[in-house]
T-cell receptor, first 115, second 111 residues
Framework: GAVVSQHPSRVICKSGTSVKIECRSL??????MFWYRQFPKQSLMLMAT?????????EQGVEKDKFLINHASLTLSTLTVTSAHPEDSSFYIC???????????FGQGTRLTVV | KQEVTQIPAALSVPEGENLVLNCSFT??????LQWFRQDPGKGLTSLLL?????REQTSGRLNASLDKSSGRSTLYIAASQPGDSATYLC??????????FGKGTKLTVNP
C-alpha cells in the first residue's frame, strides 16, 4: 500500500487564488519531507526541504513567500501556492525517507493548473 | 554540483526485447542510487535501490548496476512487456537526504 499520501491529485484554480497541497506519511514518522516540481518533459526539481517543527529550507531561486511550507506534525507537510499564476502550473510531488541512505517514497503528485 | 544524465531520452522497442537504460553522474561521492518508474500524470514508484558499496541489485526482470568509478548506472529490463511502458528516472542521494534526478528515459514497449 501507499507509504505517502498526497492530496489533491488534481486542482484547477483561478489566477490570484491560493492552493494548498497536503502530503501525509502513512507508515512512519517523517521529520523531513521534500517538495519537488516537475515541468513537462523535465526532471523533478527540488523546491524545498520541509522540517518538522522548524522553518523549511528552500532551494535557490524558489520564492519562500510564494510557496509556503508547513510541517506541523511528524506525519503531515503542506505546500501552499499563494497568489497562483499560470506560470505556477506544474506537477508538484512530495517525498520522504525513513532514514538517510534508504529508499525514498513519493506521493501520487498534484497536477496544478492555474487559469 | 551533481549532474545526472539519462540516455536515451526516449526508446521504443517491440515486446519481448531485452533493453538497457543508462544513467551517468558527475560526482561519485554518493550514498545510493535509485531507479524509479513514473507513469503519465502519476507519482514515482521505486524500482531498485543500490547502496554505494554495492555493484548491482535485481528484482524480477529488472537488474540495476552501479559503477561509481566511471559514474555510471544501467537498468536492464529483460523480456520487456507493454506494461513496462513508462518513464524511468534515476536519482542519486549524496551527502544529505536530497535526491538529484535525471530527466528520465521514456520507454514504449509495442505489442
Amino acid at each position: 500500500g501507499a507509504v505517502v499520501s498526497q492530496h489533491p491529485s488534481r486542482v484547477i484554480c483561478k489566477s490570484g487564488t491560493s492552493v494548498k497541497i497536503e502530503c501525509r506519511s502513512l507508515d512512519f514518522q517523517a521529520t523531513t519531507m521534500f517538495w519537488y516540481r516537475q515541468f513537462p518533459k523535465q526532471s523533478l526539481m527540488l523546491m524545498a526541504t520541509s522540517n518538522e517543527g522548524s522553518k523549511a529550507t528552500y532551494e535557490q531561486g524558489v520564492e519562500k513567500d510564494k510557496f509556503l511550507i508547513n510541517h506541523a506534525s511528524l506525519t503531515l507537510s503542506t505546500l501552499t501556492v499563494t497568489s497562483a499564476h499560470p506560470e505556477d502550473s506544474s506537477f508538484y510531488i512530495c517525498s520522504t525517507l525513513r532514514n538517510l541512505n534508504t529508499e525514498a517514497f513519493f506521493g501520487q503528485g498534484t497536477r496544478l493548473t492555474v487559469v | 554540483k551533481q549532474e545526472v544524465t539519462q540516455i536515451p531520452a526516449a526508446l521504443s522497442v517491440p515486446e519481448g526485447e531485452n533493453l538497457v537504460l543508462n544513467c551517468s553522474f558527475t560526482d561519485s561521492a554518493i550514498y545510493n542510487l535509485q531507479w524509479f518508474r513514473q507513469d503519465p500524470g502519476k507519482g514515482l514508484t521505486s524500482l531498485l535501490l543500490i547502496q554505494s558499496s554495492q555493484r548491482e541489485q535485481t528484482s524480477g526482470r529488472l537488474n540495476a548496476s552501479l559503477d561509481k568509478s566511471s559514474g555510471r548506472s544501467t537498468l536492464y529490463i529483460a523480456a520487456s512487456q507493454p506494461g513496462d511502458s513508462a518513464t524511468y528516472l534515476c536519482a542519486l542521494q549524496g551527502g544529505s537526504e536530497k535526491l538529484v534526478f535525471g530527466k528520465g528515459t521514456k520507454l514504449t514497449v509495442n505489442p
